[in-house]
């Protein structure tokens, strides 16, 4: 609801995020000709879908990326309760910038909400052998595509988190990561693979428009490819620097592991993170910070982090260390400054 | 505690010699076959026990045991009674002195009548000791006195089998339809049917003749509509299923909680036509169950003009609880009509089939005896999971297995859980047998007899319910048989439609819309989902070769999309179904061969097309599907690295892993 709030006052200040103007483009495209021959300009087709469904005004994606940001929330909450949401909503709930990408920024809210969702389809999924939760992660991840291809990166992450989560459920079944995986990432790529299809049929082009967001370039390399590459690690490990919830979540899991594997296998995702930055995919320091905070609390629900007393208090330290961090050093989006500067601050004269 | 009168029964009221109890036969019984040094010691201690704990007569149990041979024990108890042994094989009965009487009660009583005697009275065998309520029973159903001789519960079966033949026969061929023709596959299409097809037929033709463009589009959006529905439709049911997937219908502690005396008669049926090179691994797979045999009641129901499998079974030295039942030869020569007269004869109060080359969970009997206590009355069925243990062999048999594990693992279970109609599998179907008999027992004119009793079930307003056992059966590997087996699948689902569609109004207000609509989603949407698959994939290699464009020029974009959907979406959806069905049993080897579903698909297309030629011109023909062809040995498939341990169980697995000791699967050429 205070989200909301905020999405109307901004809109009736006049405001109109960078994002949503952009979908609300490709949906005028994809209308502007017969069947499927303007197919190549519509990625990503969910928001799309909704632009076209909802009336084209600016306030009505907005409105849908603050229902999606609260089914998140809604979603984290039933998965570690009330209390601990409390304390590991802190990063989230209290960091302006994130009121941004939950109201504003539809395509990364979708695909976040869908990757909630995966997320925790996947732990039933690998660590309990809960097919129905294995079926809930693949369709979430390609839905999730159907907003951000970044789902393919998510949905390798996942992959390369079954050693680890699964472990102790497959021993003796050499196979089973395998299968996992497969299942995992099949609707994901099949989703891509569809896609792919319906524009080379359509269109004649493949694989259509790669710059399919404000900030998505795919495979262009403006800064080259190694100084890319550079510039991906650098740009990630900052984000990393500012997720203190996710890195103590990780030095805790390794202190109780008593192993560096875990710690190591919690770079993971910022390696995914670097590996999506420097392909061009739309990255932005939020939709990472957002991303890391969700896996921190992921993590710390899973493994059970706050039952010792001690480590909570560390744990609740390090949420409100994250919001001082972030408050101070996340860099801004397109759009933020202005949005922030309408939404909260009353028109003088 | 029964309190019997003993001794004799001849003439009129002239009986009632001593009075004793049921326990004291038994235990005199065992004493004069102790000092006969018939039994010894140990295993007259060990048959009273078993008597105690499972709440049968000695009888049963010394002869169920193997431990005294029926021709011996009878006449003792023929001794016991004061009555003389008749042995049928010498005195057969006369099928005049058996005219005008139940057939059910002879063979619910066990006793024949054998001929009349010349001081009037009626000689009649009967395999149990003369109580004088059982005699006056006889004596009512004959109309007159009774000379009551014993002989063997083997004999009576035969002879009744022998006298009985025509009657068995038209029971078994006609009952149901005799009953009610509207239930019966016997015409497969009624009149009004016929005219019905035939005027949609005429009316399609002229719209395309007159309006080929808008004909074209509504065909095919209808098709596309359909598609869409079935496949949504599936994957609803699948992720019901999912859900379920740690719901455990009974558990092990409910099984082990069962105490043998409460244990039921359990009627196994296993028909077989010319199997004879499996009979010996069925035997092995059904001394496995864990049930108490004195509580069971085996039959091989085999076609008397089948020498082979009948000598293939003498020679696999049954156990004592297992009987050959000759099955009489006459139209149609089908499972179902071999099924009716083993439940001609079933004496147990549940009864399952089993196929000839079924494995089944040893404790699966016991989880239906739960599951039906459980379900009530009205639970007329349960049935278990099937899968197979020769997965691995080839593209077929992994396919194969693929499927029936999204089947038998999402789909049945979905179905439970929305409380939709369940369409049995072939075997391993478990029933109440009064149950059974008052819908009528199998049809044998339907070519899915399994799949037509569940809906008929439905359709009556009894429930089918799933237990979380399984029957390891044999994949078919090879692609003619295959195509055999598959084409006889979708024609009896293509009869069972059409049977069902007779009186749609009536089904819609007995089971209600939702049943009726699953009836058709899953029944009649199967067949006409498979035989619109091959048209569909030419056009979409047609839409591949040529331009695009002219899609968008003769649809609207509402009607591509719900195509496309179709397409990429639906096949993709059920794709991964079949993958998750793959991993769930844990064949983790299985789940990328799930991408080749398109082709398997493909294949059922042309079985479909078989199968509606065949109806048309072979109504009741039943293909008969080969088995034991496998090149694997159990032992082999045993060594297999994927385990197949029932999903979501914990029960006593009859894996691969438990046949590691099956006597070698014979070997025939590939």
Known sequence: MPLLVIAVVAYNRGFTAPGVLWIEHRASIATSGPGFTKLQNVYPPLPVLLSLILPRNGLS??????????????????????????????????????????????????????????????????????????????????ISYAADPGALLYAGVMCLFVPLVGAARYRGEPQAPFGICAVLVFPCIAMAGIWSFLIWKFTGHWPGSLAYGPNADILGFPQGVLGGLRHALTTAFQDLARSVLYIVAAVLLCLRRRTLTVGLGMLLPVLALALALWLGFDYSSFTAYFLLAMLAITVIAEFQLMDNQSLAVVIIIAALAQVVVATKWLPPVSGYTTWEHLAFHWPVG | MHTYRLGIATIGNKHCVQTITQESIGERMAEILLARGMITQEQRDWAMEVRERAGTTLTVILITAGIVHRLDLYPLLAEMSGVPFIDLTVTPPDPAAVYGLASEQLVREGWIPVRELPDGSMLVASQHTPRPAFVESIQRAVGGPVTINITTDWDIRRALSSVLREEILDQASLGLWQRSAIQSARTSLYLRQRIAIIVSLVAIAACGWFWP?????????????????????????????????????????????????????????????????????????????????????????????????????????????????????????????????????????HLVIYDAEDKPDPDQLKKAVVAFRRGGEQMVCVQAALNYWNVYENFLTRMFTAEYSFWFDYMLPGLDALQLPIPLGGTSNH???????????????????????????????????????????????????????????????????????????????????????????????????????????????????????????????????????????????MIYVSMMGAFLRKRYGLVLWALLNPVYWLMHSIASYKALWQLMTRPHYWEKTTHGISTLSASEAAALPAGVASPATTITSNGAGQNAGDVPRPRLPG
């Open chain 2, 213 to 349: 463009y808008g004909t074209l589009q509504a065909a095919s959006v209808t098709v596309a509509t359909l598609f869409l529905i079935g496949v949504v439709f599936k994957f609803v049911v699948c992720m019901a299923g999912a859900r379920r997937e740690r719901f455990q219908a009974v558990t092990d502690e409910e099984v082990a909680q069962l105490k043998d005396e409460g244990l039921p008669v359990y009627t196994v049926l296993a028909p077989m036509f010319h199997e004879a090179n499996v009979v010996a691994d069925l035997v092995t797979n059904l001394t496995r169950l864990d049930y108490p045999v004195s509580k069971l009641e085996v039959m091989l129901l085999l076609e008397e003009d089948d020498l082979e499998t009948i000598e293939a079974a003498k020679a696999a030295r049954m156990p004592a609880w297992m009987h050959i039942i000759r099955v009489p030869q006459g139209h149609p020569q089908t499972k179902p009509k071999a099924c009716n007269v083993g439940l001609f004869f079933a004496s147990g109060e």
């Open chain 2, 431 to 573: 029933f109440r047998t009064e149950g059974l008999r008052r819908l009528g027992g199998w049809d044998p004119f339907n070519v899915t007899e399994d799949a037509d009793l569940g809906m008929r079930a439905s359709a009556l307003g009894y429930t089918v319910g799933v237990i979380n056992s399984t029957t390891l059966e044999e994949a078919n590997r090879n692609f003619g048989n295959w195509i055999r087996q598959r084409s006889r699948w979708v024609k009896g689902y293509m009869q069972t439609s059409l049977v069902h569609a007779r009186a749609p109004w009536s089904l819609i207000r007995v089971a209600g819309f939702r049943q009726a609509a699953g009836f058709a989603l899953l029944i009649a949407g199967t067949p006409i989902s498979f035989l619109f698959v091959a048209p569909l994939y030419a056009l979409f290699i047609a839409s591949l070769l040529f331009d695009s464009r002219i899609f968008n020029l003769m649809y609207p974009s509402w009607a591509l999309w719900i195509g496309l959907f179709n397409l990429l979406l639906g096949n993709a959806l």
């Open chain 1, 61 to 142: 994606l907005a409105i849908c990326a603050c229902l999606f940001s609260g089914l998140t929330a809604s979603i984290l909450l039933r998965q570690i309760g009330l209390p601990r949401a409390v304390v590991l909503g802190l990063p989230l709930v209290l960091v302006p910038e994130m009121w941004f990408t939950a109201s504003e920024m539809l395509p990364q809210v979708v695909a976040l909400t869908f990757l909630a969702i995966a997320l925790q389809g996947f732990i039933q999924f690998a660590a309990y052998g809960e097919t129905y939760g294995g079926f809930i992660a693949g369709l979430a991840l390609a």
